[in-house]
């Protein structure tokens, strides 16, 4: 595994290289991860694709040029967003690729297909919130109140804490989700880094419509992949989705949404080679 800087006028995005394989993988880590979040499926299919993790907006290395209140507040379009990427496989070289999304990472692999469809030979998302991302997430990051409330919510760390406790309390979480969130919200950094991630992407919001169109148009692999005991992102959310596009490949594993694991490597494998 390598690492390495990608810079334009938006943002200086850091990301790693693993796997040496002629097909090209594009990977979009969960909220609080990293890069490297994919690299344990480099011992199965690092012959087949090489991999680019990418470090994602307010997470580790990557930086935005501007990082203020104001430019995030400002946000980006799915057109920006797929300008970057298009000006980062030229860098690399990179002309068809697949893409692969966790949790909040599968936001930005939706983003990549609908704007970039006819280059996308695989998309590959594993508890996928760009279908259904909750009424709790939407409420903060679609609406001028929820903006406002979370605005001020991040200034307190006693405020984030209870309003994680309430939300458990509620179900609308689960103990795993409740920690995985508790543990980014330690430090003011983090607690800006959570605001971020929920507003900036904002305009990201799936085109369902426009997503079924292209991956039938383009004949794109789609496989999602849900952990039967995730809280957050059940299967049951893909109910609606799968109506209406039927070639849809679908996994479910015996996992909580913490999945991006030995198992999910054994299914995903299965599947791809």
């Given at each position: 595994m390598t690492s390495h800087y990608f810079e334009n006028a938006l943002v200086k995005l850091h990301y790693y290289k693993f796997g040496n394989g002629p097909q090209s993988m594009l990977c979009f880590h969960g909220y609080g991860m990293h890069g490297k979040q994919f690299l344990l499926l480099e011992?199965?299919?690092?012959?087949?694709?090489?991999?680019?993790?990418?470090?994602?907006?307010?997470?580790?290395e990557t930086k935005l040029t501007d990082q203020s209140l104001e430019a995030v507040k400002a946000r980006i379009t799915k057109k920006q967003f797929a300008a970057l990427i298009e000006e980062f496989c030229a860098n690399e070289n990179i002309d068809r690729f697949s893409v692969?999304?966790?949790?909040?990472?599968?936001?930005?692999?939706?983003?990549?297909?609908?704007?970039?469809?006819?280059?996308?030979?695989?998309?590959?998302?594993?508890?996928?919130?760009s279908i259904y991302p909750g009424k709790l997430i939407e409420f903060f990051s679609k609406t001028k109140i929820g903006n406002k409330i979370l605005e001020k919510l991040v200034l307190s760390e006693k405020a984030l804490i209870n309003m994680l406790n309430l939300c458990k309390w509620l179900g609308?979480?689960?103990?795993?989700?409740?920690?995985?969130?508790?543990?980014?919200?330690?430090?003011?950094?983090l607690r800006f880094n959570l605001y971020a991630s929920f507003i900036y992407l904002r305009?990201?919001?799936t085109d369902e419509a426009q997503l079924i169109k292209?991956?039938?148009?383009?004949?794109?692999?789609?496989?999602?992949?849900?952990?039967?005991?995730?809280?957050?992102?059940?299967?049951?959310?893909?109910k609606a989705f799968f109506a209406k596009f039927k070639q849809a490949e679908i996994v479910i594993l015996d996992e909580h949404h913490e999945l991006i694991n030995k198992?999910?490597?054994?299914?995903?494998?299965?599947?791809?080679l």
């Open positions: 011992p199965a299919l690092g012959r087949k694709y090489t991999f680019f993790g990418l470090d994602l907006f307010f997470h580790k692969i999304g966790y949790s909040m990472g599968t936001h930005y692999a939706t983003v990549v297909v609908e704007e970039l469809g006819s280059r996308v030979n695989e998309y590959i998302v594993a508890a996928p919130s609308l979480i689960d103990d795993v989700g409740r920690n995985i969130l508790y543990k980014e919200i330690d430090t003011p950094e305009l990201f919001e292209t991956l039938t148009e383009y004949n794109i692999r789609s496989i999602f992949i849900f952990g039967k005991r995730d809280k957050m992102y059940p299967p049951s959310i893909s198992n999910f490597v054994s299914a995903l494998s299965g599947l791809l």
